[in-house]
């Protein structure tokens, strides 16, 4: 059925253009010195989705059009990822979440819930905590917190990685001629049973347009750099995490098959209002693409409450 859908709402124009989806719009706006590019569609209460690494946007495609039955759905790009394109002045989660801000208040949104995957759920978080006033209601997909309950010396030893990605240039020179191919390699080892959960499965859960369209931007040494860079910035993630105030919005919390426990006593010193935390079932680390129906049934759900 995923495939079928595919095929029906996306269409690769060419090799160096964006991503089409059905009934959204590709927007850009400037922010701060950088340009950030966004996708939205639908009608109804803002929803904002933000993305983590290896992706782009378009890693909420397989859940976008059914939140955007209900909601007016803002997929962005973060600045210096995808078609996104300027420099931040930092990669630290605090700074990328008032780019963040700052894009939603030029669009005038109001109150929007800010839903948030792997590093994108920490600018999630770091939204809701810096504005709290603007933010509904916040979704933290499968992430453990940097800090307070997770040091940044216990960050690097999470995942192989996590350290080999957090090193000064070497991730370029290794990766820099084979995006692609690193990409395809990675995908399925943080999937449902994947090498990284200690499972065997080495089939990826997303098909070759999919990765086609990750690598697209990613392949850019600048975009490839500043992928890293969001794993850089980590130790001063953990910093201004232990200083962050605790977010009090209606919080949902999702994770990987088995990992809902562990993500959420990272997250309850930081997050005072956590409404369900939850199991993806049949999913590892890609809850939007291994599970689809169930993410987007449960995220309506909260939405709606």
């Known amino acids: 059925m995923k495939r079928v859908l595919l095929a029906l709402l996306l269409v690769i124009t060419a090799c160096s253009s964006p991503a089409r989806l059905d009934g959204f719009q ?11 590019h966004y996708v939205t569609g639908g009608s109804g209460t803002p929803v ?5 690494w290896p992706q782009t946007w378009y890693g909420w495609w397989p859940i976008m059009p059914a939140l955007a039955e209900h909601h007016t759905v ?32 030029k669009l005038g949104l109001r109150n929007p819930a800010i839903i948030g995957h792997d590093l994108g759920a920490a600018v999630a978080f770091q939204y809701a905590s810096q504005f709290p006033q603007d933010t ?3 979704g933290y997909l499968d992430l453990p917190l940097p800090g ?30 084979d995006v692609r191919e690193y990409l395809k ?34 392949r850019k040494p600048a975009v490839l750099k500043a992928g890293f860079d969001l794993y850089r910035a980590l130790g001063q993630d953990v910093t201004d995490n232990d200083n962050a105030k605790p977010v009090t919005v209606p919080t949902l919390i999702m994770a990987a098959q ?7 006593g990272t997250a ?16 590892g680390h890609w809850l939007a693409e291994e599970n689809p129906q169930f993410v987007t049934a449960e995220l309506l759900r909260f939405l709606s409450e």
């Open 148 to 177: 307070p309950q997770v040091s940044a010396a216990t960050y690097r030893n999470l995942s192989w990685h996590i350290a080999f990605h957090m090193q000064p240039q070497v991730p370029e020179a290794v990766v820099g001629d």
């Open 26 to 36: 590709h927007e850009y706006a400037d922010v701060d010195g950088v340009r950030m």
């Open 258 to 264: 088995g990992q809902a426990d562990a993500i959420r």
């Open 268 to 283: 309850a010193p930081r997050m005072t209002n956590i409404v369900r935390a939850m199991d993806v079932p049949h999913a």
């Open 136 to 138: 509904a209601r916040l």
């Open 185 to 218: 390699l990675f995908y399925p080892q943080v999937s449902f049973n994947g090498s990284a959960f200690g499972g065997t499965n080495t089939t990826s859960p997303f098909s070759d347009e999919e990765i086609d369209e990750f690598a697209r931007t990613y």
């Open 48 to 52: 904002v989705l933000v993305h983590g």
């Open 74 to 105: 803002y997929a962005v790009d973060l600045p210096g990822l995808g078609d996104s394109t300027g420099t931040p002045t930092s990669f630290a989660k605090t700074t990328l979440a008032r780019y963040v801000h700052a894009l939603t208040t």
